[in-house]
């Protein structure tokens, strides 16, 4: 129905795919939450796209936030390991 305000099953792939997203976010903060608590880091350098990077600070606890040294909010993924280094150690 284009001219009613009923939702669309493209909606619904894109809230679903926002949840999975998000869900994903949320474990990454976890883990993070949990190697600090272990011991295993003392500092972190978060690199993700923009609005991924939002979604994993809103998961971090304060704990964990805390330790978060750096943020760069680019998608990184395609790039090798010398470019990233570049955004680390400018």
Same mark, same amino acid.
């Given at each position: 129905d284009s001219a009613g305000e009923g939702r669309h099953a493209m909606e619904r792939?894109?809230?679903a795919r926002r949840?999975?997203?998000t869900l994903f976010?949320?474990?990454i903060a976890e883990r993070l939450d949990h190697a600090r608590?272990?011991?295993e880091c003392d500092d972190l350098v978060l690199i993700? $796209? $923009?609005e991924?990077?939002?979604m994993l600070r809103q998961g971090l606890s304060v704990p964990t936030a805390k330790? *978060?040294?750096k943020t760069i909010d680019k998608?990184? *993924?395609q790039k090798d390991e010398a470019d990233i280094r570049s955004y680390l150690f400018p």
């Open positions: 792939k894109v809230d949840h999975e997203v976010a949320k474990r608590t272990q011991g993700a $796209p $923009p991924f990077l939002g330790m *978060v040294s998608n990184l *993924v």
